[in-house]
């Protein structure tokens, strides 16, 4: 057990509907990371927040988008939905120590669209 | 940019055989790299990361890789595999302190009996 949890573990919707994904970090942790794993593309990064705020974003579409609350906690939106955003959708949380950072994962939400 | 790429997306080996898996890696500056393993249905784990200090860095389960700068590669080895070693293995690349993770393809281990 990472100590990172996600809910929910499973989600079935159909497209063109909108989802939203939680990401509980570890205790301390301030940084959250959100990965995409799918079929066709793998492992990818899609955006990283550190204590509220935006810090990086990768190939993360423009119907997506995240937040970090004041509790450290965040979601990810996934809105208009398309059979191709069927994906494991991965958070990993991090304190930011410098050389010895790394990054804890959560076990994933298996979203299907249908 | 960095880049990762690991050879073999299947590799099966025996039970008590050693296990090699290959990742190799592209970075404009030295790297930090890590291995995760992904059992069925679950989250990544960390198996071992490199983080500029022994070149051979030891993981858990018995797993160990050695950071080649020359080859550019952090091959992961074990000298005896077990049955419970079976899972999707990958290699990941970070720049530094606070960015993402590139990830590779991934090697699925199959081990036999």
């Known amino acids: 057990d990472s100590g990172v949890t996600q809910t929910p573990k499973h989600l079935i919707t159909a497209t063109g509907q909108r989802v939203t994904l939680r990401c509980s970090p570890r205790?301390?942790?301030?940084?959250v990371y959100w990965y995409q794993q799918s079929l066709d593309q793998g492992l990818q990064f899609l955006i990283h927040?550190?204590?509220?705020?935006?810090?990086a974003k990768g190939n993360i579409l423009e119907r997506f988008s995240a937040q970090q609350f004041p509790d450290l906690h965040s979601e990810l939106n996934l809105s208009s939905l398309e059979l191709g955003d069927s994906a494991l959708y991965f958070c990993a949380s991090s304190v930011n120590s410098g050389d010895q950072e790394t990054q804890y994962f959560g076990p994933g939400t298996r979203l299907l669209v249908l | 940019a960095q880049s990762v790429t690991q050879l073999g997306s299947h590799v099966s080996v025996s039970e008590g055989a050693l296990v090699l898996l290959r990742c190799n890696y592209s970075?404009?500056?030295?790297?930090?790299l890590f291995w995760y393993v992904q059992y069925p249905n679950q989250g990544l784990q960390l198996l071992l990361k490199y983080t500029s200090a022994a070149t051979l860095v030891k993981g858990i389960n018995g797993f160990e890789a050695e950071f080649k700068k020359s080859e550019t590669s952090f091959h992961l080895t074990k000298p005896s595999a077990h049955m419970s070693d079976a899972a999707e293995y990958f290699c990941a690349v970070r720049l530094n302190a606070g960015n993402m993770l590139t990830f590779g393809g991934g090697t699925r281990l199959m081990v036999k009996p």
């Open positions: 205790s301390g942790d301030l940084s």
């Open positions: 970075s404009s500056v030295p790297p930090y």
């Open positions: 927040y550190y204590n509220g705020e935006e810090r």
